[in-house]
Nanobody, 123 residues
Framework: QVQLVESGGGLVQAGDSLRLSCAAS????????MGWFRQDPGKEREFVAR????????YSTDSVKGRFTISRDNAKNTVYLQMNRLKPEDTAVYYC????????????????WGPGTQVTVSS
């Protein structure tokens, strides 16, 4: 019932920055926790970051902590992922996701997913 569409991916070199956006449509009246996951070919989809409905609570995985920042603008029904000092190991398809409450980071606990946007970081 909620549609999510990511944008902002691309090909960059190590050390560069990108900002990903996720636009939500459909049933957007709920107080959703929003998150970002990523998946490289042959790997499982892994959690990257999440943010509460109010924006007052955020959490990111250790591998991106200090480099990536998640934020949201509820008036625009949009969540962002600011990615700084990108590394080749950040290369993946990045997915936006939503669930009622923040808590679990397991992909199976998230209800809605976008189609993903490719981020490629060269050396």
């Amino acid at each position: 019932q909620v549609q999510l569409v990511e944008s902002g991916g691309g090909l960059v070199q190590a050390g560069d920055s990108l900002r990903l956006s996720c636009a939500a449509s459909g049933r957007t009246s709920g107080s959703y926790c929003m998150g970002w996951f990523r998946q490289d070919p042959g790997k499982e989809r892994e959690f990257v970051a999440r943010i509460s409905w109010s924006g007052g609570s955020t959490y990111s995985t250790d591998s991106v902590k200090g480099r990536f920042t998640i934020s949201r603008d509820n008036a625009k029904n949009t969540v962002y992922l600011q990615m700084n000092r990108l590394k080749p190991e950040d290369t993946a398809v990045y997915y936006c996701a939503a669930r009622p409450l923040c808590g679990s980071n397991w992909r199976g606990d998230w209800d809605y997913w976008g189609p993903g946007t490719q981020v490629t970081v060269s050396s």
